[in-house]
């Protein structure tokens, strides 16, 4: 792997319920796989010092609907919890996971813990400020204590 394969995130759009979801992508396609997840009014972007510094892992950090370059939801449909589990399923499904480690921020309990009851093989745990994935968890640098 190429150190720049970690460094520099590729642009990906993801499309989703009629919805164009912006999300940033780091690693190799047959690299375990995290599905980084921002916390509330953030966006992506928030996990490129972090994932920077990990390597040997593919990784992708979407812009929920809403936030950062992503759609926003039509004007008149809500922004529930239950949206945002549908939102991490749909947009796992389109990329061709079949299984993945949640890695998320302030919406670490709302998302990935409801999400892995519709989707079994997503793995979560506690670990830095959000929920990882046992099998990354060795990877994650010093700097998340």
Known sequence: ??????????????????????ALEWGHRDDPKVMALHGWMDNAASFVPLASRLSG???IAPDFVGHGLSDHRPALCGAHF???????????????????????GSRDRATPGPARRFWPSLRSC????????????????????
Not at 2 to 19: A, N, S, V
Not at 88 to 97: F, P, Q
């Open 126 to 145: 506690r670990g830095g400020t959000g929920p990882i994935g046992k099998s990354v968890g060795s990877r994650m640098p010093s700097i998340l204590g």
């Open 1 to 22: 792997m190429c150190i720049d394969d970690m460094t520099k995130p590729r642009e990906l759009t993801i499309e989703w319920r009629g919805l164009s979801l912006a």
């Open 57 to 59: 892992l593919h990784i």
């Open 82 to 104: 239950i949206d945002w589990v549908a939102d991490v399923l749909g947009m796992a499904k389109t990329v061709g996971w079949s299984s993945t480690n949640g890695r998320g």
